[in-house]
């Protein structure tokens, strides 16, 4: 079994910046790729940003130049630097890892980022 913390949310501040973290335990033996999601209220869940286990990463037009995305693979961690937040950012993120060896995906139990209008 995996498991996945997620921590770093909170209340910020229009074009303040956080970072979130996500860190993996358990039966872990490689890692295809992870994923940041969120879900604004009243909204389907979208993909954020997605890095892969070779570094590449893709980016929703929407956080593109403001958002980061990267990982510690020593640390099985993924983060999430938000920089220049706006209210239309405000949601629940939620980290996603995709196992190899078809060890399964998981969610985090998700952190909630706020930025008031």
């Known amino acids: 079994q995996v498991q996945l913390v997620e921590s770093g949310g909170g209340l910020v501040q229009p074009v303040g910046s956080l970072r979130l973290s996500c860190a993996a335990s358990?039966?872990?033996?490689?890692?295809?790729?992870w994923a940041w999601y969120r879900q604004a209220p009243g909204k389907q869940r979208e993909l954020v940003a997605v890095?892969?286990?070779?570094?590449?990463?893709k980016y929703a037009d929407s956080v593109k130049g403001r958002f980061t995305i990267s990982r510690d693979n020593a640390k099985n961690t993924v983060y999430l630097q938000m920089n220049n937040l706006r209210p239309e950012d405000t949601a629940v993120y939620y980290c996603n890892v995709e196992l190899g060896a078809r060890g399964g995906n998981y969610w985090g139990q998700g952190t909630q980022v706020k930025t008031p209008k």
């Open positions: 890095i892969t286990n070779g570094g590449s990463t």
């Open positions: 358990g039966s872990i033996f490689s890692i295809n790729l």
